[in-house]
């Protein structure tokens, strides 16, 4: 008696509800009669209370005959997630359960999840069998101020650990016993999205912009046995595993929520654009329909898993959601509104009826995943043998009631197991805890009957039709609770791309052996002069100045103009034969009144000027070639060098690239600046990216650079104000191109992108900025003056650039040769100049 209401107190502690006294015991009003029950006898009361209230732990305990674990499990030792797990852990700590609907109970209990929220790490799983649904708690995992705020977590149905990311860039493993390890840490960077196979984790970090690999076995203590596989992913957020049909990593998915989708291979190789026309936050993939989900700010998109087509929005809330994450459990879509502090379940079965429900409300989601157990699962196995027989005396009672009951104490128990047995671990025990196989489950068991050594009669053609007890070895026609794994009869051939051109009727001719000769690219701007001349001018006779001849600063230094001389000028010969030779030569002409003087008559009117360095109006066109080194350019930052020579082989022969400039470092910024200062602009840059160098895929053109104290200092910046047009190529084979300000308040920032174009090294192109006004204009041509890429953009924005500037050049890189740069002062044509 004692036992019993000292553990019962225990149990219920300060949550209990109204509660009343039968015979010396406490008692639960109203929650432990059945409709139409006997009344029981008074020694009945203690053990049906203790079962109870303890959510049937006593029971298990007495199936299993262990008194120790019943001590433990009465004194509230034992864990929410398995009564095989002591609460050792310090983590262990509890949640209030938050208010979801009945469809979310029922579905968590079925489908347990890892959630995550205000930086904190949750399993739904509840601590007992309480009464009343508001007694539940939650078990917290993973507290943010521990090893920072959980960002997402992953798990896999072919390993007994889980993984979450943190915003410290840390990687931390949870066990069964949801113990938890750190198994790496990126130092500096941000852990975003996340996910593994069976021995392997895989995240990607948005701080670094980078996706990193490592064992789910690390070392005790090793944090630092992990592996960078992508670099140069600006902002990537999310990383997902396409599996193979052994648990292995297949191909991976990755979301850049200014970028796109992107697809790669285990190793980091082989990255390719899968759809750049989206702006992705997580991803979410269903094998089963081969579908791929993906987050928005506003809503859910899916479309065909291997070719990205048959996009479908297929949940839209808004943009004051904030939609950040979506995983994938059971036949539901969980998609955490961060916004809002919901977690949906979106129905995404085949089922014509729409089965979407709130799971969650809990402070700022993020991720989640469902939450696999190793533990065995509690659900006895179906009977093999013929069914047993009917208990010979009815039992007095029903032999179960709902789940907060016992059995009822009958007389003599039937043979049949009874269907009601705690769980030994959460989770979803009426699942298959493996993937089905094409050979026949293994003889688990002897025959019910020992069969005779002789057959008992011949054989008959027809079934027999109770089952036998052996196992069958043919599928039941009956479907699978899952769907199955088994191959199909012939590998799916992925889509072929449409032709870019109908295939003509005839051959085409023979190949040229010569160049092609170099197009000239499309003029930037109106003739000079209004009427054409007649015929070509021929080359200029001597070098060009440095710069302009400047205007003179003065008036003529005589007053007047000196006479003409007087006397004719000697003739180089003799007019006649002299009559007779002189005494003596004459060293010079005798001077005669009327030539001119060697030296000026007077003093200078004034003293002269130095002669102007810049000139006081800029030109109109401003060309330079890279043959030597420019006055009027001048280095910003690192080092270049000009008069470069580089080679391809094309087209069977070599071609040679002259007066070619680059900076001579590879890991830094390298800006070249022009000194004419101009406000309203067009800058075109010549340039070309070497063959088989992956390093330093950005090529840089400034415009209205200008040094000041309050600019941003590093990247293209550089202490200057300016707008800046990158283009940036990806893995070799695309690119984009996108706006930048260095603004006057010291920002450093993206503008807009484009989408993603095809891109070849060893080409020519040429990159194209405009500015006039506010109004920003960067485009891409080939050589042959074919445009390629555009995009526009109205810089009304805080710290905009309004004063004249230089134009610039630049990457970071050493392996962009430029060829030539030019500047339009378009001040002429707006009739500013």
């Given at each position: 008696?004692n036992?019993w209401?000292?553990?019962l107190?225990r149990?219920?502690?300060?949550?209990?509800?109204?509660?009343?006294?039968?015979g010396?015991y406490?008692?639960?009003?109203?929650?432990?009669?059945?409709d139409?029950?006997?009344?029981?006898?008074?020694n009945w009361?203690?053990l049906q209370?203790?079962?109870?209230?303890?959510?049937?732990?006593?029971?298990?305990?007495?199936?299993?005959?262990?008194?120790?674990?019943?001590?433990?499990?009465?004194?509230?030792?034992?864990?929410?997630?398995s009564p095989?797990?002591?609460?050792?852990?310090s983590?262990?700590?509890p949640m209030?359960?938050?208010?979801?609907?009945?469809?979310?109970?029922?579905?968590?209990l079925?489908?347990p999840?890892?959630?995550t929220?205000?930086?904190?790490?949750?399993?739904?799983?509840?601590?007992?069998?309480?009464?009343?649904?508001?007694d539940?708690?939650y078990?917290i995992?993973?507290k943010?101020?521990s090893?920072?705020?959980?960002?997402?977590?992953?798990?896999?149905?072919?390993?007994?650990y889980s993984?979450?990311?943190?915003?410290e860039?840390t990687?931390?493993?949870?066990?069964?016993?949801?113990?938890?390890?750190?198994?790496?840490?990126t130092g500096?960077?941000?852990?975003a999205?996340?996910d593994?196979?069976?021995?392997t984790?895989?995240?990607a970090?948005?701080?670094?912009?980078?996706?990193?690999?490592?064992?789910?076995?690390t070392?005790?203590?090793?944090?630092?046995?992990?592996?960078?596989?992508?670099?140069?992913?600006?902002?990537v957020?999310?990383?997902?595993?396409?599996?193979?049909?052994?648990?292995?990593?297949?191909?991976?998915?990755i979301?850049?929520?200014?970028?796109?989708?992107?697809?790669?291979?285990?190793?980091?190789?082989s990255?390719?654009v899968f759809k750049?026309?989206?702006?992705?936050?997580?991803?979410?993939?269903?094998?089963?329909?081969?579908?791929?989900?993906?987050a928005?700010?506003g809503?859910?998109?899916?479309?065909?898993?291997?070719t990205?087509?048959?996009v479908?929005?297929?949940?839209?809330?808004?943009?004051?959601?904030?939609?950040s994450w979506?995983?994938?459990?059971?036949?539901m879509?969980?998609i955490?509104l961060?916004?809002?502090?919901?977690v949906?379940?979106?129905?995404?079965?085949?089922s014509?009826?729409?089965?979407?429900?709130?799971?969650?409300s809990?402070?700022?989601p993020?991720?989640?995943?469902?939450?696999?157990?190793?533990?065995?699962?509690?659900?006895?196995?179906a009977?093999?043998?013929?069914k047993?027989t009917?208990?010979?005396?009815a039992?007095?009672?029903?032999t179960?009631?709902v789940k907060?009951?016992?059995?009822?104490?009958?007389?003599h128990?039937?043979?049949?197991?009874?269907?009601y047995?705690p769980?030994?671990?959460?989770?979803?025990?009426?699942?298959?805890?493996?993937?089905?196989s094409?050979?026949?489950?293994t003889?688990?068991?002897?025959?019910t009957v020992?069969p005779?050594?002789?057959?008992?009669?011949?054989?008959?053609?027809?079934?027999?039709?109770g089952?036998?007890?052996?196992?069958?070895?043919?599928?039941?026609?009956a479907?699978t609770?899952?769907?199955?794994?088994?191959p199909s009869?012939?590998?799916?051939?992925?889509p072929?791309?449409?032709?870019?051109?109908?295939?003509?009727?005839?051959?085409?001719?023979?190949?040229?052996y010569?160049?092609?000769?170099?197009p000239?690219?499309?003029?930037t701007?109106?003739?000079?002069?209004?009427?054409?001349?007649?015929?070509p001018?021929?080359p200029?006779?001597?070098?060009?100045?440095?710069?302009?001849?400047?205007?003179?600063?003065h008036?003529?230094y005589?007053?007047?103009?000196?006479?003409?001389?007087?006397?004719?000028?000697?003739?180089?010969?003799p007019?006649?034969?002299?009559?007779s030779?002189?005494?003596?030569?004459?060293s010079?002409?005798?001077p005669?009144?009327?030539n001119p003087?060697?030296?000026?008559?007077?003093?200078?009117?004034?003293?002269?000027?130095?002669?102007?360095?810049?000139?006081?109006?800029?030109?109109?066109?401003?060309?330079?070639?890279?043959?030597?080194?420019?006055?009027?350019?001048?280095?910003?930052?690192?080092?270049?060098k000009v008069?470069?020579?580089?080679?391809?082989y094309?087209?069977?022969?070599l071609?040679n690239?002259t007066?070619l400039?680059?900076p001579n470092?590879?890991?830094e910024?390298?800006?070249l600046?022009?000194s004419?200062?101009?406000?309203?602009?067009?800058?075109?840059?010549?340039w070309l990216?070497?063959a088989d160098?992956?390093?330093?895929?950005?090529?840089?053109v400034?415009?209205r650079?200008?040094?000041?104290?309050?600019?941003?200092?590093?990247?293209?910046?550089?202490?200057?104000?300016k707008?800046?047009?990158?283009v940036?190529?990806?893995?070799?084979?695309?690119a984009?191109v996108?706006l930048?300000?260095?603004?006057?308040?010291?920002?450093?920032?993206?503008?807009?992108?484009?989408t993603?174009t095809s891109?070849?090294?060893?080409?020519?192109?040429?990159t194209?900025?405009?500015?006039?006004g506010d109004?920003?204009?960067?485009t891409l041509?080939d050589?042959?003056?074919?445009?390629?890429?555009?995009?526009?953009?109205?810089?009304?924005?805080d710290g905009?650039?309004?004063?004249a500037?230089?134009?610039e050049?630049?990457?970071?890189s050493n392996?962009i040769?430029f060829?030539?740069l030019?500047?339009?002062?378009?001040?002429?044509f707006?009739?500013q100049?």
């Amino acid at each position: 008696k004692n036992f019993w209401s000292h553990r019962l107190l225990r149990c219920r502690g300060a949550h209990s509800h109204a509660m009343r006294s039968y015979g010396g015991y406490v008692d639960i009003k109203d929650d432990v009669e059945a409709d139409g029950a006997a009344p029981r006898a008074s020694n009945w009361r203690p053990l049906q209370i203790a079962f109870g209230v303890c959510g049937g732990v006593a029971l298990l305990i007495g199936m299993t005959g262990n008194r120790q674990a019943a001590a433990a499990a009465a004194a509230g030792q034992l864990d929410a997630r398995s009564p095989a797990v002591t609460a050792s852990n310090s983590v262990l700590e509890p949640m209030k359960k938050s208010k979801k609907s009945k469809k979310g109970q029922e579905f968590l209990l079925e489908y347990p999840i890892f959630f995550t929220t205000d930086g904190d790490l949750y399993a739904s799983y509840t601590e007992g069998n309480a009464l009343a649904d508001d007694d539940d708690e939650y078990v917290i995992v993973a507290k943010g101020d521990s090893h920072g705020a959980v960002i997402d977590v992953a798990s896999s149905a072919d390993s007994c650990y889980s993984v979450a990311s943190t915003d410290e860039g840390t990687i931390i493993r949870i066990d069964s016993g949801l113990g938890i390890k750190k198994l790496y840490s990126t130092g500096t960077g941000t852990a975003a999205g996340l996910d593994m196979t069976k021995d392997t984790v895989y995240w990607a970090d948005s701080d670094l912009n980078a996706i990193f690999k490592g064992s789910i076995y690390t070392p005790m203590h090793e944090t630092l046995n992990k592996t960078e596989i992508i670099t140069s992913l600006p902002d990537v957020n999310d990383v997902k595993i396409l599996q193979d049909d052994a648990g292995d990593c297949e191909t991976l998915y990755i979301a850049l929520p200014e970028d796109g989708l992107y697809t790669a291979a285990c190793n980091g190789k082989s990255l390719e654009v899968f759809k750049d026309d989206v702006k992705p936050k997580s991803i979410a993939l269903d094998t089963n329909m081969s579908k791929i989900y993906w987050a928005e700010t506003g809503g859910v998109y899916k479309a065909d898993l291997h070719t990205g087509d048959n996009v479908v929005k297929v949940y839209d809330r808004g943009a004051s959601a904030d939609i950040s994450w979506v995983d994938i459990t059971g036949n539901m879509l969980l998609i955490s509104l961060t916004g809002l502090d919901k977690v949906y379940a979106l129905d995404i079965s085949d089922s014509d009826d729409d089965d979407s429900f709130f799971v969650l409300s809990v402070t700022a989601p993020h991720g989640t995943s469902t939450a696999f157990t190793c533990t065995p699962s509690a659900t006895p196995t179906a009977y093999t043998t013929p069914k047993p027989t009917a208990a010979p005396f009815a039992t007095p009672s029903p032999t179960h009631f709902v789940k907060t009951h016992p059995p009822s104490p009958g007389v003599h128990p039937t043979n049949a197991p009874s269907t009601y047995a705690p769980s030994l671990a959460p989770g979803d025990t009426g699942k298959p805890s493996a993937k089905p196989s094409w050979s026949p489950t293994t003889f688990s068991g002897e025959p019910t009957v020992v069969p005779s050594p002789a057959p008992s009669g011949p054989p008959s053609s027809e079934p027999t039709a109770g089952p036998t007890a052996e196992p069958t070895y043919k599928p039941s026609p009956a479907p699978t609770y899952e769907p199955t794994y088994a191959p199909s009869a012939a590998p799916t051939p992925k889509p072929t791309y449409k032709p870019s051109y109908s295939p003509s009727a005839a051959p085409t001719g023979e190949p040229s052996y010569g160049p092609t000769p170099i197009p000239t690219p499309k003029p930037t701007h109106r003739p000079y002069t209004h009427d054409p001349t007649s015929a070509p001018t021929g080359p200029p006779s001597y070098e060009p100045s440095p710069v302009p001849t400047p205007k003179p600063t003065h008036k003529p230094y005589t007053e007047e103009p000196t006479p003409a001389p007087s006397t004719a000028a000697p003739s180089p010969k003799p007019t006649h034969k002299p009559r007779s030779p002189s005494e003596a030569p004459t060293s010079r002409p005798t001077p005669t009144p009327g030539n001119p003087t060697l030296k000026p008559t007077f003093k200078p009117v004034k003293k002269t000027s130095s002669p102007t360095v810049m000139p006081t109006v800029m030109p109109k066109v401003t060309d330079f070639t890279f043959c030597r080194h420019h006055p009027m350019l001048h280095t910003t930052s690192s080092h270049w060098k000009v008069n470069l020579t580089y080679s391809v082989y094309k087209a069977g022969a070599l071609q040679n690239y002259t007066c070619l400039t680059k900076p001579n470092q590879f890991d830094e910024s390298a800006v070249l600046t022009s000194s004419y200062k101009m406000m309203n602009t067009t800058v075109n840059a010549t340039w070309l990216k070497e063959a088989d160098v992956e390093d330093g895929q950005v090529m840089m053109v400034g415009v209205r650079a200008e040094a000041s104290d309050d600019a941003y200092q590093d990247s293209y910046c550089q202490g200057s104000v300016k707008y800046i047009c990158n283009v940036e190529s990806y893995s070799l084979s695309h690119a984009k191109v996108k706006l930048r300000v260095c603004t006057t308040g010291g920002d450093y920032y993206q503008l807009t992108s484009s989408t993603m174009t095809s891109f070849s090294t060893d080409e020519w192109y040429i990159t194209s900025f405009t500015a006039v006004g506010d109004h920003l204009r960067c485009t891409l041509f080939d050589l042959k003056g074919d445009e390629l890429m555009k995009v526009n953009y109205h810089a009304d924005i805080d710290g905009k650039v309004t004063d004249a500037g230089g134009a610039e050049i630049g990457e970071y890189s050493n392996s962009i040769y430029f060829k030539e740069l030019s500047a339009t002062d378009k001040s002429y044509f707006y009739g500013q100049k």
